[in-house]
């Protein structure tokens, strides 16, 4: 089969790959649609891999093409989606539930092969099927939107009526604009540097857009709440300027959620502890999103809000095939790439 493995970071290369072995309690995914995390952009260029060479990718959906003897429930030709995570099942936090946070997990596409790739042969724990009328990019999208919902309704408990600020327009924090807005969101306000995700942020449902490089969104979130805050604050950005931001601009007795990925420290200034005391603000952490019964709630849920008419459709910014992830990488490395959601097709992209 056709697959792109990483050597090393920088390091891609498109070969032809045994297709993997498939165990009895696993089945075969043809894969349809694969996205490109986040994580993977650091993986791929910086850090590297727990294992090498491997294939990464662990955004995706596709059609199953071989049962395995002791998968039960699951057919050839059902459409599935993957959630990546396999937790080890034993641990303090797998005993508890807590999946997201277990000690000693495996993944598809950073432990194990994943689905930059024409197949992966996947767990029978880690199937979800996609009801119809939900197409395979929007499903392989279902991972950062299950983050979302981790980040706005399971960490930050967004409820109806609220007053939402999402810092950081990327594809988690459209979704958490998609999310807020299907649930009922008083105000949504959409907060990043690049115009065009502002605009995408609207358009799925932001009320206020505000670009950061040329306003306060501080004062832009006080303008657009009556002075009193938005009630939940999430930053998806992890850039340490916006998590002080988003502290500022959070409500008396409101919740401010740390979801984007950071590696740097935190200085706050005096009047933001000032604001996080007095306000009796709370600053929670979000990671990842799996919880009992897996994968969990952050995951039935979000494919509920597909069958509703959510989509991802104007999230990708591109469609690609196997032969063009080399590439796109090389670009995104190069800085100042514009790219929102890049979607994998390893059979050709399909709408
Ligand atoms: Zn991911
Ligand atoms: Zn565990």
Known sequence: MKAVRMYKPKDLRVEDVEKPVMQPDEVMVKVHACGVCGSDIPRILTYGAHVSPIICGHEFSGEIEAVGDQVEGYQVGDRVVVPPLIPCGHCEWCKKG?????????????????????????????????????????????????????????????????TVAVVGAGPIGLFAVQIAHMKGAKKIIAIDVWDKKLEIAKSVGADVVVNSLENDPVKAVMDATDGEGANVVVDFSGAPVAQQQAIMMTAKMGRVVFLGISHKGLDLKPETVDT??????????????????????????????????????????HRITLDEVPEIFKNIDKGHYFFNKIMIFPWGVEK
């Open 276 to 317: 996080l005391m007095r306000g009796q603000i709370e600053l929670a952490g979000s990671w990842n999103s799996f919880t009992d019964p897996f994968p969990g709630e952050d995951w039935t849920e979000s494919l509920k809000m597909y069958e509703k008419g959510m989509t991802a459709k104007d999230i990708i910014s």
């Open 98 to 162: 807590i999946y997201s946070l277990c000690e000693d997990y495996d993944y598809y596409g950073s432990r194990r092969d994943g689905a930059y790739a024409q197949y992966v042969s996947v767990k029978k724990t880690n199937l979800l099927k996609v009801p119809d009328g939900v197409s395979y990019e929007d499903a392989a999208t279902l991972d950062p939107c299950a983050n979302a919902w981790h980040g706005l309704v399971n960490r930050g408990h967004f409820k109806e009526g609220d």
